[in-house]
């Protein structure tokens, strides 16, 4: 009942606050719908350069919004200076197709709806084959790091805000003046996981299902695994902000941590590829819940992968949230050693 | 021991290598209302979280109503004041003290008697329902106390009370502590540095640099210093002590 105390106490501070409210629940839409936008621009306006191609298959290309230049002396040299996005050279055999790749996001688009529309003739008589002037056929963006955003973000937010909702009941006295009353130290810790884990709850859910459904950010697996490992990545983050909320001072010395705390996690946690990466580097993003986090959605988003094939993720990260509140309970003591 | 509501066995603080609290022995009888006196920074807040439990004394032993300190029980029997108000801004008068109340686990029936008891008690009844970001410093100071109160201890600590408060409500404030002690048989400690204070209580001890430099009733002590009134008391008895 202690801990039900502390938990309607929460949400009613939170309901009130309008402006938290927003952050946590809005924000990290507005910065993953920009993100998208900034990854995968909408079709744009493709122009591509047609050497040798027949009267049809040009009619073919301008119905399917391309926007075709007939020329038969082109080279490579050419597409770079006048930056058109494909060049698609039709040899006796074969189809060669040239792409710019300064925006893999573009050049994929421009190849997949390529092969729609030649997919007859390409099958029957020649193959089609591509190259790229930038890059490779590997640059796809969004699709590969949109799970670990939704990861990411839920981290972030929910780490931010009770972080400093803990803090300001360190600075204000009234968490001294809680542990006046004969309550627990593990209620009061209890009593901030359940709520502001509601509140992580709900940013959790919003978050998974405006990323899937309205962005439409790929998920082959089962999207209750993805609500549940975001729920296990907030937990860990709660705790680790109501944790290091005891060494700051004030809200400033608080927002010292997201460089400290959030931006190397971002590093290691393979939203960028760290392959190239010397392997004693590599292993530093073993030691960070983000690591396993990104791992975790990446494989049920992108890899369809079952519940048994993450478990190994959940379990580190729930040891991560265990070792954080256990160190939580124990961080109490300095304002009541009982 | 049995009549007394706290002993304070020669203890100690220290605060990195400052002596906060000398070794100091204090017996504070039961039903009594006890003055703790003593200038800003002299050690009475350290002393009551002592007392409360939330500092460990470096040595000595405490005795809170014949337990030994720190003990849960105690929690529920003290209530406590603290000297900054520590309350939820964003939250209504009658939701902390519903909070507060909650966190004594005392049943819906009970909490509402206990709310509007200690709400009537300071004059917040008709501000219950604002939210404590719009009171007043003294409102404020008056929500703690009714917060204090709430689980209806048998002993009562209150870190400087009446501080902001002004002088109809404070004069009300002692009236009803001097009732809740005779009434109810409540043992009281305050500590204050006013001294028209200090002439209301039963005892008062005076505490200097850690060290209690006297101690006795209001009218022993003037008898005893040759004083009109406790400003002088207190310059006397501080200058013979050092």
Redesign the interface.
């Known amino acids: 009942m202690r801990i039900g105390a502390i938990v309607t106490r929460i949400m009613q501070q939170m309901i009130r606050d309008k402006r938290t409210l927003a952050l946590l629940f809005f924000a990290p839409l507005l910065v993953l719908s920009l993100m998208y936008f900034v990854f995968n621009s909408n079709e744009p306006d493709m122009t591509v350069v047609v050497s040798n191609g027949s009267a049809s298959i040009i009619e073919k290309l301008e119905a399917a919004d391309f926007h075709v230049i007939e020329k038969n002396d082109f080279s490579i040299a050419d597409l770079k200076e006048e930056k058109y996005d494909g060049w698609l050279a039709f040899h006796q055999t074969q189809l060669k197709l040239t792409l710019l790749n300064d925006d893999p996001s573009t050049a994929k688009a421009l190849k997949m709806k390529l092969s729609q529309v030649l997919q007859p003739e390409q099958s029957a008589m020649m193959k089609l084959k591509t190259e790229y002037v930038f890059g490779d056929e590997n640059t796809a963006i969004f699709d590969i790091f949109s799970p670990m955003l939704t990861g990411f973000f839920v981290f972030f937010f929910v780490f931010l805000i009770t972080g400093i909702a803990l803090l300001k009941e360190r600075t204000s006295g009234t968490l001294e003046r809680l542990l006046a009353t004969p309550i627990k130290r593990s209620e009061i810790v209890a009593g901030y996981m359940l709520g502001y884990g509601l509140f992580a709850f709900i940013q959790t859910a919003i978050i998974v299902l405006f990323g899937v459904y309205v962005l439409d950010i790929v998920h082959v697996g089962s999207i209750w695994l993805v609500l549940l490992i975001n729920i296990i990545v907030a937990l860990v983050s709660l705790s680790l902000g109501a944790l290091l909320s005891s060494f700051a001072a004030s809200e400033f010395q608080m927002m010292q941590f997201i460089p400290l705390v959030i931006v190397p996690q971002i590093f290691f946690s393979g939203i960028f590829p760290l392959d190239n990466m010397v392997e004693w580097l590599q292993n530093i993003g073993r030691i960070m819940p983000l690591y396993y986090a990104a791992d975790a959605l990446n494989g049920v988003m992108y890899k369809g992968y079952s519940f048994s094939e993450i478990l190994v993720d959940l379990v580190i990260l729930a040891c991560f949230a265990l070792v954080f509140i256990t160190l939580n309970i124990i961080s109490l003591k300095k304002y009541r050693s009982l | 021991m049995g009549n007394n509501a706290i002993s304070l066995n020669s203890i100690e603080k220290k605060f990195q290598q400052k002596q906060v609290i000398a070794p100091l022995s204090l017996e504070i009888p039961k039903g009594e209302l006890i003055g703790l006196l003593g200038p800003s920074g002299c050690g009475k807040t350290t002393l009551i979280k002592m007392i ?5 004394p470096d040595n000595g032993s405490i005795q809170v109503l014949n337990y030994t300190v ?4 105690l ?2 029997d ?1 209530g ?1 004041m ?1 000297q ?8 209504t008068g009658e ?1 902390n003290l519903h ?2 109340a ?4 005392l049943s819906k029936k009970e909490r509402e008697e206990r709310v509007n008891y200690a709400a009537s008690l300071v004059h917040l009844t008709d501000d219950l329902n604002r939210k404590v970001l719009n009171y007043s410093g003294g409102m404020k100071r008056r929500l703690s106390l009714a ?1 204090a109160l709430i689980q209806n201890p048998k002993l009562l600590i209150l870190d400087e009370p009446t501080v902001g408060i002004d002088p109809v409500l404070k004069k009300e404030i002692w009236q009803e502590l001097i009732r809740l002690k005779n009434d109810e048989h409540k043992t009281i400690l305050v500590t204050t540095h006013a001294m028209d204070e200090a002439e209301r209580c039963d005892q008062l001890a005076m505490l200097r640099n850690g060290h209690i430099i006297a101690h006795g009733t209001p009218h022993d002590l003037k008898a005893h210093y040759q004083a009109k009134d406790f400003d002088e008391v207190f310059l006397k008895a501080g200058g013979e002590a050092l």
């Open positions: 409360m439990g939330m500092i460990k720190p003990h849960k029980q929690l529920t003290i406590y603290a900054s108000d520590a309350l939820y801004l964003d939250l939701e909070f507060f909650k966190l004594y686990r917060i």
